[in-house]
């Protein structure tokens, strides 16, 4: 690599892509070395490592986002806004974690958080623009919510607006930042467990469409039975249907969509004498940190709520210091989960 002639560039004005571009290297590999990332998903040849470290030092590359947010006269403040309630108790184990990694990475960040709370409910649903919009006071937003408007998401990209959602987005008049789980991924990943087992009657107990995670979930399974699974819908449905018309068919193994409803499942199998794992094998996509159903240990994965909260607060910073090159998107693998609920199905079952 050529030496870097100090006055090629001006320090303040040096941007990961100027240092992809003399390190010939991605800028996907220049955010990984600056966030010093190291773990196996993320593997970076030692001598490329070198080499953008070279560059970083001798263009005098600023990495610290406080001290390029204070020049550009920003408020230091990043706004969070929720579609949905996040402190009633049914909804404080699910998101306690996403606000705990906000919390810790704009602590470190010295940052505020400010939470918008003043928007008006319609229709049982919050919304970001409103005649009393105060999204500005922030420098930039956070967006929690299962379900966030299409419309809403396309206004502020063309309002240019930085911003970032916790949870992957599709497209809304161009890319939306985003910081996802890798939900087909992880649930293909649990089909493929079962089929190791000899399972091979599949069944997918959810939604499986709507928000971009049932998508993605059930992209999974599609991927993982390579179409043939059934798909069972829950809805207006109590969990003994449900499990009737999964023996009835035959299957094996149920992914279920949500916790809840695979403890339910579960529980609806014991009272009518159906053994789990032995007669039918329960899967969730999603098994939370610490569960109330302590008598039922499920075989799932773990959704990384906390990294996904953290990243978040890291992608929204490099936005905010007009790195144009940033990756827009992540998608953080979720980590499988042993339980007591996945089994080899009975010889005479399969």
């Known amino acids: ?22 390190a010939g290297v991605s800028q996907a590999v220049v955010s990984l070395v ?7 998903t993320t593997r970076i040849a030692p001598e490329t490592r070198q ?3 070279d560059v970083i030092r001798e263009t005098g590359y600023a990495a610290d986002p406080v001290a390029r947010r204070m020049v550009r006269q920003h408020n230091q403040i990043l706004g969070v806004f929720t579609y949905e309630s996040v402190f009633p108790s049914a909804s404080a184990d699910f998101y306690y974690p996403f606000l705990r990694g906000i919390e810790e990475c704009a602590e470190q960040l010295r940052c505020d958080l400010l939470l918008f709370t003043s928007a008006p409910v319609t229709d049982g649903r919050r ?18 919510g299962r379900d966030i408007p299409h419309d809403e998401l396309a206004r502020l990209n063309r309002e240019n607006y930085p911003f970032v959602a916790v949870g992957r987005r599709d497209d809304a ?19 493929e467990r079962a089929r190791q087992l000899g399972h091979r009657e599949f069944a997918y107990v959810g939604a499986g469409e709507g928000a971009e995670s049932a998508d993605d979930r059930m992209n999974g399974f599609r991927a993982g039975t390579q179409g043939s699974g059934r798909h069972e819908r829950t809805a207006g449905r109590s969990a003994g249907e449900t499990l009737d018309a999964l023996l009835a068919a035959g299957v094996t193994t149920a992914v279920v969509e949500g916790h809840d409803d695979g403890v339910a ?13 032995g007669d039918l094998s329960v899967v969730v996509t999603g098994v939370p940190a610490e569960s109330a159903d302590a ?12 990294e996904m909260g953290w990243q978040s607060v890291e992608l929204l910073a490099a936005l905010l210091e007009d790195e144009s090159t940033t990756m827009l998107q992540r998608l953080l693998p979720c980590h499988f989960v042993e339980g007591q609920t996945l089994g080899e199905p009975r010889k005479d079952r399969s």
């Open 1 to 22: 690599m050529a030496s870097v002639a100090p006055e090629e560039f001006h320090v303040s004005r040096i941007t990961q892509r100027d240092i992809a571009r003399l």
């Open 34 to 40: 600056l966030n010093n990332r190291t773990d196996a």
């Open 51 to 53: 080499r953008v470290l």
């Open 127 to 144: 919304k970001v623009f409103h005649e009393n919009n105060r999204l500005r006071i922030a420098d930039g937003c956070l967006l929690l």
């Open 173 to 191: 008049g161009g890319p939306v930042p985003c910081v996802g789980a890798d939900y087909a991924a992880a649930t293909r990943e649990l089909v």
């Open 265 to 277: 499942l579960i529980r609806a199998a014991r009272e009518r004498g159906v053994d789990v794992p």
């Open 295 to 306: 008598d039922i240990a499920c075989t799932g994965f773990r959704i990384p709520r906390r």
